[in-house]
């Protein structure tokens, strides 16, 4: 396994320290060392099960971790003070750290009775305690930023399926995140509709100061929007670089074959 890539600060936003994740006998990340540094973009490529998307639901806090230590910002966030060291975390302990990072799925999880504005506007009052009024005009500024200002009334069901993956983008950005995650998001989607949610995602890389980490088998997207490329086999980051690195001169064999089938692939 290649070394971890040094942040481009001394402080990472996001920062696993040997992370291990189990199914019973099967280990779905073993002892994952990793540093994500402020503002930067991050893919991660792989085969199915090699443990991207286990990834991001720990820093989620969806899945417990079974060994090592996440933090956020410089903060433990599985993890809390107690007794003069670190103990597991409470869940208003999880609920603080969690609440700096949003996250879009690859199946879009709107509520169907509620319309575009209502699905984005529900968790700056749920969580963030904002008025409803306030929370509707962050969440409608948001649509139109993700090209929704037409469809505020409308609900998921009158949505395409990009239509609706931009309003969970919304919705999550709504929450004001520091750091953003993507899970497969276009694989729901037909190519067209694909290329719409990645524009987007595209236009929020460079317009906000968000960290992105986003798990995608969209191989030129990963090439042309991320800063760092991150391969994942069985568990293991195997090799990571830059994109230039890692589809131009991949060095690990794994890395090369999988990218020749996926080439092969198209």
């Known amino acids: 396994m290649t070394n971890p890539l040094p942040s481009s600060v001394d402080s990472p936003i996001v920062r696993f320290q040997g992370v291990t994740k189990r199914y019973g006998p099967l280990t779905v990340l073993d002892a994952l060392d990793l540093d994500i540094a402020r503002n930067e973009k991050v893919a991660l490529i792989g085969p199915s099960g090699s443990g991207k ?33 670190l103990v597991r975390a409470s869940e208003r302990w999880k609920r603080e750290g969690r609440s700096r990072i949003g996250m879009v799925f690859q199946n879009f999880n709107l509520f169907p009775h509620m319309t575009a504005l209502e699905n984005a506007a529900e968790g700056p009052v749920a969580a963030l305690g904002l008025s409803k ?34 309003v969970a983008i919304a919705r999550a950005l709504a929450m004001r995140p520091q750091i953003m995650l993507f899970d497969e998001v ?3 989607l037909d190519p067209e509709l694909c290329g719409e949610v990645l524009n987007v995602i595209r236009h929020l890389g460079d317009e906000h100061d968000l960290t992105m980490l986003m798990v995608t088998h969209q191989m030129g997207f990963a090439k042309e929007f991320a800063d760092r490329i991150c391969f994942f086999s069985e568990g293991k980051i195997v090799e990571q670089g830059t994109p230039e690195q890692v589809f131009g001169n991949p060095q690990h064999e794994r890395t090369q074959s999988f990218l020749r089938a996926v080439m092969e692939s198209l």
């Not at 410089?74 to 003069?84: A, C, D, I």
């Not at 090209?147 to 990009?162: E, F, I, R, T």
């Open 53 to 85: 998307s286990t990834l991001l639901r720990m820093l989620m806090l969806l899945e417990d971790i079974d060994d090592g230590l996440i933090e956020v910002d410089g903060r433990p966030l599985t993890h809390m003070p107690g007794n003069g060291s």
């Open 133 to 166: 009024k306030e929370a509707q005009a962050r969440a409608a500024e948001l649509l139109e930023r993700v090209g929704l200002a037409d469809k505020l009334d409308h609900y998921p069901a009158q949505l395409s399926g990009g239509q609706q993956q931009r």
């Open 186 to 188: 276009t694989s729901a």
